[in-house]
């Protein structure tokens, strides 16, 4: 089972609202982690840069203090990230509190994929 069917079927989302809320995950992770650390997800689980080129770009208010949040140095901190993250999935006509759900399903996919190594870099920057 791929990881857009693991969403759909235990979040009860559409196939675009999972590769979107994926891809955002996988987006801010790429961010925090580097190319030779996201390299090694990347390796791990295909189709993943795939994933991040097709995240909803965050409009309104939350994407807007996203941007100033980066804007300001504040684009690595939690403000920045969780703020794109919320933006994102309210785009994707997902409620912020998805993105808790969205972590371990996540996780525990990128674990079978990758194993322990993979899925703890990902944990630093999900969790």
Do not use: N
């Amino acid at each position: 089972m791929d990881l857009i069917q693991m969403l759909t079927g235990e979040l009860g989302i559409s196939e675009d609202q999972a590769a979107g809320g994926s891809g955002l995950l996988f987006k801010l992770a790429k961010e925090k982690l580097g190319a030779e650390e996201f390299g090694q997800v990347a390796s791990a689980i295909p189709g993943v840069e795939e994933l991040i080129t097709t995240t909803p770009k965050p409009e309104g208010l939350l994407g807007a203090i996203g941007g100033l949040a980066s804007a300001f140095g504040l684009g690595g901190g939690q403000l920045g990230s969780l703020a794109g993250l919320a933006g994102g999935f309210q785009h994707l006509q997902l409620d912020s509190s998805m993105i808790g759900k969205f972590v371990p399903i996540i996780l525990a996919f990128v674990q079978v994929q990758g194993g322990d190594a993979v899925k703890a870099l990902l944990e630093k920057v999900m969790q």
